[in-house]
């Protein structure tokens, strides 16, 4: 569970704040990543993400996800629309679009045998990494949040 407590007041706007001898400036963030665990269609988790991104997108701000675990399937190609449902590929495909970039979990993709159905790189910057490209979009991005 993540707490929007620390996104601030307005979910939709990520602020850093410093602090300054005549008071509190707040400065707006450039980069947002997001360590991503939960599968699609268990929780809200995934369709959070997707609109955090949004939101973090339209503000200006570069968004870069990791999805690590069940968090692969969320990007499989071809998933069934059904009315009612929130469908993850179509919000992924509109953040990759804005662009967002997406590393897969190659671990996760393997064993769970769907590294030929993710979706391809036309849709935007999808690859497969590793836990070292992790660590890379922790140590480049303002604030990390992590979502399971």
């Known amino acids: 569970m993540y707490h929007l407590r620390l996104l601030g007041y307005d979910l939709y706007t990520v602020y850093e704040k410093r602090r300054l001898r005549i008071g ?16 699609p269609y268990q929780k809200q988790a995934s369709e959070t993400v997707v609109k955090l991104s949004n939101a973090a ?15 692969v399937n969320a990007l499989l190609d071809n998933q069934k629309k059904i009315e009612g449902i929130f469908n ?13 970039v997406v590393r897969l979990c190659n671990l996760c993709l393997l064993v769970r045998g769907t590294m030929k159905n993710c979706l391809k790189r036309e849709c935007g910057d999808v690859k497969r990494a590793g836990t070292p490209d992790l660590a890379k979009i922790i140590e480049e991005t303002d604030r990390l949040i992590v979502i399971c």
């Not at 997108?57 to 968090?71: N, Q, S, T």
Request: aromatic fraction near 14%.
């Open 57 to 71: 997108l339209d503000k200006g701000h570069e968004v870069r996800i990791f999805c690590y675990m069940d968090a």
């Open 88 to 100: 993850i590929e179509e919000g992924f495909r509109e953040i990759l679009t804005k662009g967002a």
């Open 24 to 39: 509190v400036e707040y400065k707006q963030m450039a980069r947002l990543g997001i360590l991503f665990f939960d599968g």
